[in-house]
C-alpha cells in the first residue's frame, strides 16, 4: 500500500472518529439536559410547602424511569481523552507528512528526516539510513527490521500458522514477539524485499527504487 494511500485511509478514519465525536459529544448534552431537568424535578417533588404546619411531604413520581442508569453517559473525563487522542493522531499525521516532504526535497547525500511509524514511534536511529546513499545500500536484514516496523511487509508463515492456530484455540496467545526476534532474509523471497524496499522508499518520502516499471 503506497503512503499516499495509507494516509487517504487515516484522513478517512479520522473523519469517522470527527463524526462519532460530533455524535457522543451532542447526545452527551442532551444527557446532561435530562439530568438537570430529572435533578430540578426531584428537588421540586421533595419541597413541602406544608412543611411548616407538620403536615407529610408531598410526593411526585419522576418521569424518569427509576432503572435509567447514568453509567451510559460520557463523562468530562471521557470526552477529554477522545479529543486528545484524535489530537494525537492528527498531529501524529501532520508531523510525518511535514517530514516525508522535506525527505521528498533531499539531496543524495543530505541527512534524511525519521518517520514515525502507526503508533507514533521513532525506528532505532541505527537501522534508519542516514541519507539516499544509505538507503540505496541498505542491507537485506536492516531494511526487513524497518519494513516490519513500518508495517510495510506482510507476515511470515510461521507467523500466519501461529495466528490461526491462536484463532482455532490452539494456542493462548500467538507468541509473535517470539518470531520477531527470529526474522531472518531467508523468510522473505527477493520479489518481496525488492518491493519492501519501494514500499519503504515511498513511505521516507524520496525516489529511490529497486524495482522496474513502479512509481
Known amino acids: 500500500m503506497s503512503s499516499i494511500e495509507e494516509l487517504q485511509i487515516k484522513i478517512k478514519a479520522l473523519e469517522e472518529l470527527v463524526a462519532k465525536q460530533t455524535k457522543l459529544i451532542s447526545r452527551t448534552g442532551e444527557q446532561v439536559l435530562n439530568l438537570q431537568v430529572q435533578s430540578t424535578s426531584d428537588k421540586v417533588a421533595r419541597f413541602n410547602p406544608y412543611s411548616l404546619t407538620g403536615e407529610q411531604p408531598i410526593k411526585k413520581p419522576s418521569k424518569f424511569s427509576k432503572h435509567e442508569s447514568t453509567e451510559d453517559y460520557a463523562t468530562n473525563e471521557d470526552l477529554v481523552q477522545l479529543v486528545g487522542e484524535l489530537q494525537g493522531q492528527l498531529d501524529l499525521i501532520e508531523e510525518r507528512s511535514i517530514r516525508r516532504l522535506i525527505n521528498s526535497n533531499k539531496k543524495p547525500s543530505d541527512n534524511l528526516a525519521p518517520l514515525f511509524n502507526h503508533d507514533g514511534e521513532e ?65 522473505y523471497s527477493k520479489e518481496e524485499l525488492i518491493e519492501a524496499f519501494d514500499r519503504l522508499a515511498r513511505f521516507i518520502g524520496v525516489d529511490a527504487r529497486r524495482g522496474e516499471d513502479v512509481w
Open 123 to 187: 525506528p532505532d536511529l541505527s537501522l534508519y539510513p542516514k541519507d539516499i546513499e544509505a538507503l540505496i545500500k541498505i542491507e537485506d536484514i536492516n531494511l526487513i527490521k524497518l519494513a516490519r516496523f513500518y508495517e510495510l511487509l506482510p507476515p511470515t508463515q510461521e507467523e500466519r500458522s501461529k495466528f490461526e492456530e491462536y484463532l482455532e484455540g490452539k494456542r493462548e496467545n500467538p507468541d509473535l514477539e517470539e518470531v520477531e526476534k527470529e526474522i531472518k532474509i531467508d523468510d
